[in-house]
């Protein structure tokens, strides 16, 4: 037995959150403060994100979970605080940062007069793919979702759906590190959804990161391994889903979320609700 | 609501006992026509909102606005009076000026404004009957051809008052009446022909490409008639005895108009009258009896093409997309370097051919130019093929005009390629690791310029070295280096941005008047000095050498445009 494989069966007996935690973050986010004008939208987010995590990032409209994306991205500059990814300064090597992550919008605005073949290899040379290798690829991506008759046709007749699967092409195109999804699957039908969840899992076990945000709960519970939970700008859970569960002593995901986000008073809207056919 | 809505609503609910003895209900009906008149009255009127949009005002008196259009466009008819013909032909042309607007005005509103889709959500699955929701309908389409017409003949009619006396003016209205029944009919015809030839998915696209060619034929005839008119000897002679007028619907209608103030009339006159009097009645008929039915299912299907599922493409069609792909990538071969720049060619190739927004804008303008590149050429006379063979001073100044025209075609391409309505897509440039913009902005002028400059210098250049041999051949290379170093220049020092990722009316803002003015100038400013060395051979070759090493500084730099240099709508919200 070599070094190599007792090391291995050694850091196999730890659980998986363990291991993880010895190795470099990937994306390393230290007092993050963003504002919109006066309105302070992060108020300081302190996150490490390890690889082969996947990150559900969850929170209310207006938590500033679009806002962390979009800077994360690169769309957004004029933050405050220390946003690293594999040791790249976003705010000094922006460009690098972007090569390596891969983003899915959520139900982005696309140039739909374009065919799904002209705008995958619009993003692979923006991402810098050769271009015989960017087509093959386009190629098989979209026949593995099904859309291989639709490779030529323009986006403007495309289905919800079928736009999402484009932008989901769009995102794992240039084979990236990171994975930051904005409600992939939104617009999916039911054979998709499943599809897109495995994917998740797959990508994660070659090492991916995946920063996964939504609103649906269920799917967050299910797909991530690790759960935060932000809340007028600021984080206030972190931790698996088994940990957040033993924390709040709750059974569900939706009722740690409403507990945590101040808002326990459901059954009172429903209530009131009802009230309002009292004549 | 306002009180011109207030008023036609409550005039168009005026029968109420007809209405509820036919099985209508009113207030059914009321509410319905209430909530259609207030989200008329908010939606930016058609004309405005393809100029600038005020950005954040809500818009809230669009009816006034509408109807304000309408008077004007009125008021611009009356130009017809002032030709020098008899009264007849005036009315010719102002019937046409009047049925040419309403029909195009119309076969636009029909789709985006009188047949809304949401009425599918919204009001089919509410205990409303069938007949209130067709009355409703009509009294709306009804209600709206109100809010048009009124306004766009009340100019006519006080002239014509003023002019021919009340009577003359009373029998305008009746006579417009009558047009605008002939109006519905054409543009229910137009429907159904256009249905039949189309699928609905592209009913849109056919709409606005005669929306485009409407724009065209208007300023054409504006710029042409007058012309027409005073250089026709006798034009009321041949007008008054032409017998193929009568095929023209705007010739019954003013010959009725004629007909019933002179009370007399040539036989033509009289049997064109007959025909303005009974035709608007037989499609009228034709409309309801026929078309209608039709019509109304025919419209559901284009309304509902916005959601349309993508049909399975059949074989051959993808065989030759892919071919044609291959063409336009070779194109880009030829011009571009590869990377990034070759991909701003491509799309904005892509771009250029497909977005109607695009198109809507930049088309007719070179529509406008080509008439007014006629209009110099063949209209005052001076197109004189010998003036150009041997190159007099007219002549020079006609070669010189028809080299640096087109240059305002590109330019009007360039400024227009940085706009799109689908500006929110562009986050595709900024999530991903693009290193300096500039190179995809060049490639998209390049994209521009081949497609709108190359294809003039062409046919300039056969037409030229035909009449002229090749000495013609030094010029042709100046004006083409000149005018690509124009579009560098507009770009260069207009507002920079990444192909179709700005909002149309970003630009509202002060300070573009000195950059529209230099818009203007440069193209003059370098024609007024090609035309002063234009016969001097060395002069021009060394001309031709400075504007090269101009062009190349000006690719050069505009290839190093930088993220911090372009002036996006995109991160602004």
């Known amino acids: 037995m070599n070094t190599f494989t007792f ?195 797959k990508l994660a076990k070659e090492g991916k990161t995946i920063f996964y945000c939504s609103h649906m709960m269920d799917v967050v519970e299910k797909v991530s391994d690790r759960i935060i939970l932000i809340n007028q700008g600021v984080i206030v859970a972190d931790g698996s889903f088994e940990e957040l569960k033993q924390q709040g002593g709750n059974t569900s995901l939706e009722q740690i979320f409403a507990q945590l986000t101040g808002n326990t008073s459901g059954v009172q809207v429903a209530d009131e609700l009802m009230r309002a056919f009292e004549e | ?71 004007i466009t009125g008021c611009v008819f009356l130009f017809c009076f002032s030709l020098e013909a008899v009264p007849i032909a005036q009315f010719t042309f102002y019937f ?53 017409v009124v306004p766009m003949l009340l100019p006519g009619i006080i002239y014509v008052g003023i002019r021919f006396g009340i009577a003359g003016a009373l029998l305008l209205f009746i006579t417009g009446l009558l047009t605008v029944i002939f109006c519905i009919f054409l543009v229910n015809a137009f429907y159904i022909v256009i249905l039949r030839f189309t699928k609905p998915e592209k009913f849109k696209s056919i709409i606005s490409y005669i929306q485009i060619l409407f724009a065209i034929v208007l300023y054409a005839s504006f710029q042409l008639l007058p012309r027409l ?45 007959i025909c303005g009097v009974t035709l608007p009645f037989l499609s009228l008929w034709a409309v309801i009896k026929f078309l209608a039915p039709s019509f109304n299912r025919k419209l559901s299907l284009i309304s509902n093409s916005g959601e349309s599922i993508a049909a399975s493409p059949m074989r051959g069609a993808l065989e030759n997309k892919q071919q044609k792909i291959k063409l336009i990538e070779r194109v880009a071969t030829m011009t571009t370097k590869p990377g990034s720049e070759r991909m701003g060619f491509i799309f904005t190739w892509y771009m250029m051919a497909r977005n109607r927004d695009f198109k809507m804008k930049v088309y007719p303008a070179i529509g406008y130019i080509l008439v007014y590149i006629f209009i110099i050429f063949f209209n005052e006379k001076k197109l004189n093929i010998v003036d150009i063979e041997q190159q007099t001073g007219t002549g020079k100044m006609m070669i010189i005009t028809a080299l640096y025209f087109t240059s305002f075609l590109t330019l009007m391409a360039v400024a227009q390629l940085v706009y799109s309505d689908k500006y929110k897509a562009a986050w595709i440039y900024f999530i991903t690791p693009l290193k300096t913009p500039g190179n995809i902005i060049n490639g998209s002028i390049k994209a521009a310029i081949v497609k709108f400059c190359l294809p003039f210098i062409f046919v300039l250049g056969i037409a030229g070295v035909a009449l002229m041999g090749v000495d013609f051949i030094p010029n042709l290379l100046l004006a083409a280096s000149n005018q690509v170093v124009i579009c560098y220049c507009m770009v260069y020092f207009g507002t920079k941005d990444l192909p179709f990722a700005k909002k149309q009316d970003i630009d509202a803002k002060t300070g573009n008047l000195l950059r529209n003015m230099f818009k203007m100038i440069l193209p003059f400013l370098l024609a007024i000095i090609h035309y002063f060395i234009y016969s001097n051979i060395p002069l021009i070759f ?21 993220w911090a240099e372009v002036q996006t709508s995109f991160t602004e919200d």
């Open chain 1, 7 to 201: 090391a291995r069966q050694q850091l196999e007996r730890f659980p998986k959150n363990i291991i993880i935690r010895k190795m470099q973050p990937v994306i390393t986010i230290k007092n993050l403060r963003k504002s919109y004008n006066s309105k302070q939208v992060l108020k300081g987010i302190d996150l490490e994100v390890f690889p082969g995590q996947v990150l559900g990032y969850i929170g209310p409209n207006g938590a500033g979970k679009s806002t962390t994306v979009k800077i994360l991205c690169g769309l957004l500059n004029d933050y405050e605080g220390e946003v690293t990814v594999k040791g790249y300064d976003l705010k000094k090597d922006l460009l690098p940062v972007k090569a390596m992550i891969g983003y899915v919008p959520e139900s982005a605005e696309l140039y739909d007069v374009l065919t799904p073949m002209e705008f995958l290899k619009l993003m692979g040379s923006l991402y810098n793919l050769d271009e015989k290798i960017c087509e093959n690829r386009i190629e098989k991506m979209m026949s593995a979702l099904g859309m291989q008759q639709n490779l030529y046709q323009r986006m403007d007749t495309f289905s919800k759906g079928m736009k999402q699967k484009v932008l989901i092409a769009s995102g794992l195109l240039h084979n990236p590190d990171i994975i930051i999804l904005d409600e992939p699957l939104s617009g999916l039908d039911a054979n998709s959804v499943i599809i897109i969840k495995d994917l998740i899992s």
């Open chain 2, 1 to 71: 609501m306002n009180f011109i809505n207030r008023i036609l609503l409550r005039f168009a609910l005026l029968p109420k006992k007809l209405y509820s003895s036919n099985g209508i209900n009113i207030s059914h009906l009321q509410s319905i026509l209430t909530a259609k008149l207030i989200m008329d009255d908010r939606r930016p009127a058609p004309m405005m909102s393809t100029r600038k949009q005020r950005q954040k005002k809500e818009v809230s008196k669009a009816t006034l606005t509408t109807m304000l259009i309408s008077a």
């Open chain 2, 96 to 148: 046409s000026y009047f049925i040419f607007m309403l029909a195009s005005t119309l076969i636009s509103d029909f789709t985006s404004v009188l047949i809304d889709v949401r009425d599918n959500y919204i009001i089919a699955p509410k205990p409303v009957n069938d007949r209130t929701v067709l009355m409703a309908r009509l009294l709306h389409i009804f209600v709206h051809i109100c809010k048009l």
């Open chain 2, 229 to 273: 008119v005073g250089q026709m000897e006798n034009f009321n002679l041949h007008f008054t005895k032409s017998s193929w007028l009568i095929v023209l619907p705007s010739y019954w209608f003013a010959a009725t108009w004629n007909v019933l103030h002179t009370l007399q009339g040539s036989p033509l006159e009289y049997s064109a009258a």
């Open chain 2, 542 to 562: 060394l001309s031709f050498i400075v504007s090269c090493i101009v062009l190349w500084l000006l690719t050069d730099t505009v290839k190093k445009i930088s």
